[in-house]
């Protein structure tokens, strides 16, 4: 009998909804999304060990979750509970941008010549978080870092940035992208990346979150 291939879990928060994903490398993703709102707490480990069945926690290679930004509590959950699940089977941990995993999302709608992904999400007191993307077939690449901006910093960014992004404003519900973030943390197992649980922290905002 053939040895089954290792296989990569990932665990999208940072929404109202539950976004979870399973596969080996290189293979068809198995999803699903949950919207729990603010069930999320009390339904995320029931709901996380029925769809990991058939498999067991030892099946798992890798773990990777969407770090933010996003909802404060929700991706909180999601992180420290990857954090834990990471540590206690020791295998690598993937801290996934949620801006980045929204703009792998688009790669089936790039064309040729499409290079680089603006993407903007509502913050709190009319600010929005901003991030710009360039997608190649190897890696998503941060052009410019996850950050919050002011709505006319933001604005002033876009119209002055040299290779005019494909804008897209990301929505509630992004848990579907739990399998962008499955992928993208594939693709840096495969080039040799082997993060540590305790290299992945929550993104809120603009100061970053210490280790504790």
Known sequence: MAEAEPLGLAIHTSSPELGLAIAPANAPIKSRVWPLGRDLSAQFHPCLKEFLQPHGWSDLALIAVAIGPGEFTGTRIGVVAARTLAQQ????LYGISSLGAIAAAQGPHLSPASGQIAVQMRAQRGEV??????????????????????????????????DKPILVKAEDGLGGTVEQVLALAWQRWQRGDRPQWSEVLPYYGQHPVQSG
Do not use: K
């Not at 089977?89 to 690598?92: G, R």
């Not at 997608?135 to 040299?162: F, G, I, K, M, N």
């Open 89 to 92: 089977l020791n295998i690598p």
């Open 129 to 162: 978080f901003g991030a710009i993307y360039e997608l190649t077939p190897e890696a998503l690449l941060p052009r410019l870092p996850d950050r919050v901006y002011a709505q006319a910093d933001w604005q002033h960014v876009l119209s002055t940035w040299p």
